[in-house]
């Protein structure tokens, strides 16, 4: 009788310490995907800030400051001369382009070809 009591009680302890070993090892195995997938967050951030910083660079330098100020304002350099196209002009000339420039999707214009 004691001795059934003990085996069961050795059996109850056994299954008890393999239960949290499992669970402790289920426990690791998740954070070492946690881990993944926060390395593979923060590689991301760094291409990305690398990627913000070289266009920071080419903002701040020189060159593309010139350029935004002679095409957003109209300025220009000493001994250049700043064209104004009229709007109506620019508009008739655009207008001849684009109209010029239409394509029908390719069944309408069969079906203009055959049926019209």
């Known amino acids: 009788m004691i001795r059934k009591i003990t085996s069961g009680l050795i059996i109850l302890v056994v299954?008890?310490?393999v239960y949290n070993l499992?669970?402790?090892i289920i426990e690791v195995?998740?954070?070492g995907e946690r881990l993944s997938e926060a390395a593979d967050a923060v590689y991301k951030l760094e291409v990305k800030n690398k990627q913000l910083?070289?266009?920071l660079?080419?903002?701040q330098?020189?060159?593309f400051i010139e350029e935004e100020i002679r095409d957003k304002l109209g300025f220009s350099r000493k001994g250049e001369t700043v064209v104004?196209?009229?709007e109506e002009k620019l508009k008739a000339v655009l207008g001849a382009s684009q109209s010029a420039q239409v394509r029908l999707p390719?069944?309408?214009g069969w079906w203009k070809v055959f049926f019209k």
């Open 106 to 108: 390719n069944w309408l």
């Open 15 to 17: 299954l008890f310490i």
């Open 57 to 59: 660079a080419q903002i």
């Open 61 to 63: 330098s020189q060159e």
């Open 53 to 55: 910083k070289s266009e």
């Open 29 to 31: 195995t998740r954070s």
């Open 84 to 86: 104004v196209i009229p």
């Open 22 to 24: 499992v669970n402790q």
